[in-house]
């Protein structure tokens, strides 16, 4: 007040005419008042726009049950409804801004102002700051398991992995995960690329094969076989990326890291496997090794061939969930301080083992009744039944009975064979003449359609189905696949009596 009164002061000695002086005075009684009442009323509407401008932001930014987001390297913006985060166009953001704004006249005033402010928070929103809803985090660990993980707990694992290295955590330790991942790996990571181009990598410590890396920064993670299949996860992969990314840095930060996850988890026995080999050294490895699967003995023709070591090796390091953690050109001279070596014949000697009967009486199977022959294929699933049928005539125990998987492993390991969609290409087994079967139901065909007139003229997929049923009682259900039996077809029916995939009548009444 004194110093208004004295700023008065100075513009009555200012302006010393009595007619100003009844000017002021004039001004102060009728002018003064009514600009103070307009300035206090806009302050106050300006006061309302400020909280009315904070009130609607933090409803439309942190009440909503809609949060936004956006990817800075790709230019797009994302949004989470509590279930998925989907991307969505710049446009309708904009337009659910102006429609709210609308609803609340006002605001109308400062409607671009407002969208400005809130587009800009977006902007500096990351996908990384919102925490994926139970519904999304129980939606991801359902895309990986049991299909792709067995458990769970490893499902939440190889995500807090995925976490660890968008984030930069661990990066010392190595991940050992099998090789038929690795598809499913990069298909991760180009979908990662598309959306945040090199700034995230999920892969910078996952190895496909050990190599001489101190066993103290290994982990293992072992995928199910079905990972290898790609139609099981392309869709998931393509669709649900930002999903599994936004859970993959939520279990990172929740559990602080990959490693505090699988310690404060060891009473599973699946992420016990995880640290199998951070808890033990080389020599406890193949000590480990020779207790389980050699037996000593006191007789020097008692051997056993680097051959069958090295299978011995490799099923230890399946039956364990190992990678292969030894070079096998190394697996000689390490064994060798342990073991007696006969250097001469490439054998251990004075050691038996109860594993090698089963490989045994499959190499003797092999050795008898399979013959290479280029063009030929025969499927694992069929040959693996024919062996048990063989096994039987022999009258091997069960002890010598083995699953198809281990059949495939001693197969693959003791013979130089190509596998082909689970068919051995180039091999035919004496036991089962797959073209004499086919023409002796060709035959029996014959004579079914030669006194039957309306089945003349058939298309060779409907002669496959009735080979398929003739075979269920004349060979026991032994059937060759449709693509063998097309070939088979062409070797015994002359061309002439086919055309189109169909068998002409005249075939039938020779």
């Not at 070939?487 to 029916?493: G, L």
Request: proline share 2%; charged share 25%.
């Amino acid at each position: 007040m004194d110093e208004s009164i004295m700023a008065l002061k100075d513009i009555y000695e200012k302006y010393s005419d009595m007619a100003v002086h009844d000017k002021i005075l004039e001004f102060i009684k009728t002018e003064l008042p009514e600009r103070l009442d307009t300035h206090i009323e806009r302050m106050q509407r300006q006061e309302q726009l400020v909280q009315g401008t904070e009130a609607f932001i933090n409803e439309f930014l942190i009440n909503s049950e809609t949060k936004y987001m956006y990817i800075a390297k790709s230019a797009i913006f994302v949004k989470y409804d509590g279930i998925e985060f989907k991307l969505v166009n710049e446009s309708d953001i904009l337009h659910k801004i102006l429609t709210g704004i609308s609803n609340n006249k006002s605001l109308l005033p400062w409607k671009y102002k407002i969208t400005n402010m809130i587009m800009k928070r977006i902007k500096d929103t990351s996908l990384f700051t919102t925490i994926p809803e139970s519904q999304t985090i129980q939606k991801v660990l359902g895309y990986l398991t049991p299909l792709l993980l067995s458990t769970k707990e490893e499902a939440k694992y190889f995500l807090t992995i995925m976490g660890d290295n968008i984030l930069k955590k661990l990066q010392g330790n190595i991940h050992l995960i099998n090789l038929r991942s690795k598809e499913f790996i990069k298909a991760l990571s180009d979908n990662i690329f598309s959306y945040f181009k090199n700034k995230y990598h999920i892969d910078t410590t996952i190895k496909y094969s050990w190599y001489d890396h101190p066993y103290s920064t290994c982990r293992v993670l072992n995928f199910n076989d079905s990972v290898g299949n790609k139609h099981f996860w392309t869709t998931i992969v393509k669709y649900h990326i930002l999903d599994i990314m936004a859970v993959a840095v939520h279990y990172s930060n929740r559990f602080e890291n990959s490693d505090k996850y699988a310690l404060n988890t060891s009473n599973n026995t699946a992420i016990t496997n995880v640290m199998c080999l951070a808890n033990q050294d080389e020599n406890t490895l193949l000590e480990r090794f020779i207790e389980t699967n050699i037996l000593k003995v006191d007789d020097k023709s008692a051997c056993i061939s680097m051959k069958e070591i090295h299978y011995l090796w490799k099923k230890f390091l399946s039956d364990n969930n190992l990678p292969s953690v030894v070079f096998m050109s190394q697996l000689k001279t390490k064994l060798s301080p342990l073991l007696e070596l006969d250097a001469n014949n490439d054998q251990f000697i004075g050691i038996t083992c109860k594993y090698l009967g089963s490989s045994q009486h499959l190499r003797e199977f092999w050795r008898d009744n399979m013959v290479h022959e280029n063009g030929e294929e025969i499927e694992v699933t069929e040959l693996f039944t024919i062996y048990k049928h063989w096994l039987e005539q022999l009258h091997k125990d069960d002890s010598q009975k083995i699953s198809e998987k281990t059949f495939v492993f001693i197969l693959e390991h003791f013979n130089d064979i190509i596998l082909n969609n689970k068919s051995i290409m180039n091999y035919k087994c004496l036991l089962w003449n797959k073209q004499d079967e086919v023409t002796t139901i060709l035959n029996d065909l014959k004579i079914t359609y030669k006194f039957s007139p309306d089945y003349y003229e058939k298309s060779i997929d409907q002669i496959y189905m009735d080979y398929c049923t003739r075979c269920a009682s004349k060979f026991n259900f032994r059937i060759i696949n449709k693509q063998e039996f097309v070939k088979y077809i062409n070797q015994i029916i002359p061309k002439k009596y086919i055309i189109r995939k169909r068998i002409l009548n005249d075939f039938w009444t020779t």
